[in-house]
């Protein structure tokens, strides 16, 4: 399983509505998209991916949070934020984003 959980640090709370993407790069090096969905109202996407078939392979996670961030009124800096990351043979990938307006990390979660 691919999922990730998006954490508004400059609000204390979830990032709820936020766009996310998974994308798989291509031999070709194009970037095909896998599955697009919105954050639950926890800041989570769940489940997008079974890593078992992309094992070896490069996938992104594409945070659409420049439109997240202008909803609710704020600066945007940063308009998307791309995690790229490769898949092992590991069963779960959990790929967290810590967001505030002018800054963002990500880790590789349990």
Do not use: K, N
């Not at 992309?54 to 439109?67: D, H, I, K, N």
């Not at 990351?85 to 590991?90: A, D, L, S, T, Y």
């Amino acid at each position: 399983m691919i999922s990730t959980h998006v954490l508004d640090t400059a609000l204390g709370a979830p990032a709820r509505a936020l766009v996310v993407r998974l994308e798989l790069l291509e031999p070709s090096g194009t970037w095909r998209t896998l599955a697009r969905q919105l954050t639950d109202d926890d800041g989570r996407m769940h489940a997008v991916a079974d890593p078992a078939l992309l094992q070896g392979r490069t996938c992104r996670l594409c945070f659409e949070v420049g439109a997240y961030l202008a909803a609710g009124g704020r600066p945007v800096f940063f308009p998307h934020v791309e995690v790229a990351f490769v898949v092992g043979g590991e069963p779960r990938y959990h790929v967290p984003l810590l967001l505030s307006p002018f800054g963002y990390s990500t880790y590789r979660g349990s």
